[in-house]
């Protein structure tokens, strides 16, 4: 069988519940993320291990997967660092070096569900109107647009919307903040081409409506009917589309959308067999394994984190530094005491 090890930079350490049974199979492929020494295909999901890594593995099989949005001098492993990689899956390609590919992040979903789990599931009942599951966190660009958004809504909205996350109103599990709702906000960090995350994945997950703003070409993926987008830069306008919605309440409507929509992320967009249909689609060739070296990311982080800072200080931007540091500080913190569910 083939094993493919996958290398993580963030703690969470229950990706595996996302494959039948958590055995770590999918469609005749085993993954672990455990450091093996030897392996068919090794995957890192994003390029900043603070260590080497180091395997035995066939060198055309050494690939990446970036999962963040990107922010100059914040996040420059996402475009430099990637001459161990023979293919680099993401969704800001860095030049048209043909090793680039254009392709969804395939974040793991946060509600706490596990895969056999969510296909035994039936429709909850929806008994509530609106929520929107965020964070209080402001260190990056599209943070700040969505907290000036939420205080948007909170001075201007004749509804009530639920509002739930970190540094907000805590709930242990994402469920209960989407699950009992006909619709939610799922606002990106960013918008661009092919970056969606589990801010849209997770409301499918849970029959819920996404109300949504990030990635501009999201009906490549999902039925368009499955969501409603919104554009966050025009608050007054998105305001007057969400007052329509929950007016008009056309949920019942688009639940064979959202249906198809949870499939599509339960067997095809999900971590486990998006990767196990790129690499059943790879021709085979027996190719020979050879010691294989992912060097940390730490030559340039510090000094890309200072140049970041330092535009910000050029900007006047000292609140931004200071949050900056304070937020990191705060999820750092609560990361320790918590379960990762938003």
């Not at 994003?46 to 099989?61: A, I, L």
């Not at 949005?69 to 996402?78: G, I, N």
Request: charged share 25%; hydrophobic share 35%; net charge neutral.
């Amino acid at each position: 069988m083939t094993l493919v090890r996958i290398v993580k930079d963030w703690e969470w350490t229950g990706l595996l519940r996302q494959t039948p049974g958590g055995s770590g199979i999918w469609n005749g492929i085993q993954f672990t993320l455990d450091p093996v020494d030897e392996c068919d295909f090794l995957i890192m999901l994003n390029n900043r291990k603070p260590t080497d890594t180091r395997v035995r593995c066939p060198r055309e099989n050494v690939w990446a997967i970036m999962q963040e949005p990107y922010v100059k001098y914040l996040h420059d492993w996402m475009i430099e660092g990637h001459e161990p990689f023979s293919k680099v899956f993401t969704h800001y390609p860095p030049s048209t070096d043909p090793k680039y590919i254009p392709s969804q992040p395939a974040i793991p979903w946060h509600i706490n569900r596990t895969f056999d789990e969510l296909i035994d599931e039936r429709i909850p009942d929806k008994i509530k109107a609106i929520s929107w599951v965020t964070s209080k966190l402001t260190f990056l660009p599209g943070h700040r647009k969505k907290m000036a958004f939420l205080d948007f809504l909170r001075q201007n909205a004749r509804f009530d919307i639920d509002v739930f996350g970190r540094g907000i109103r805590y709930i242990k599990d994402k469920w209960d903040g989407l699950a009992p709702y006909k619709y939610s906000l799922a606002i990106e960090n960013s918008s661009g081409p092919d970056y969606w995350t589990e801010k849209v994945a997770d409301c499918f997950l849970t029959w819920t409506v996404p109300i949504y703003y990030g990635c501009t070409n999201l009906e490549e993926y999902f039925p368009k009917e499955s969501f409603i987008r919104i554009d966050i830069d025009q608050p007054e306008a998105s305001l007057e589309k969400i007052e329509e919605i929950i007016r008009t309440d056309d949920w019942e409507k688009r639940i064979p959308a959202v249906e198809r929509a949870r499939n599509l992320v339960l067997y095809k967009y999900q971590i486990f067999p998006y990767l196990s249909e790129l690499i059943h689609s790879q021709p085979y060739s027996k190719v020979e394994k050879t010691e294989i070296l992912v060097p940390a990311y730490r030559s340039k982080r510090w000094i890309h984190h200072f140049n970041y800072v330092l535009q910000k200080i050029s900007h006047g931007d000292f609140a931004g530094v200071f949050n900056t540091y304070f937020n990191k500080f705060k999820y750092i913190n609560w990361e320790r005491k918590n379960e990762r569910v938003m």
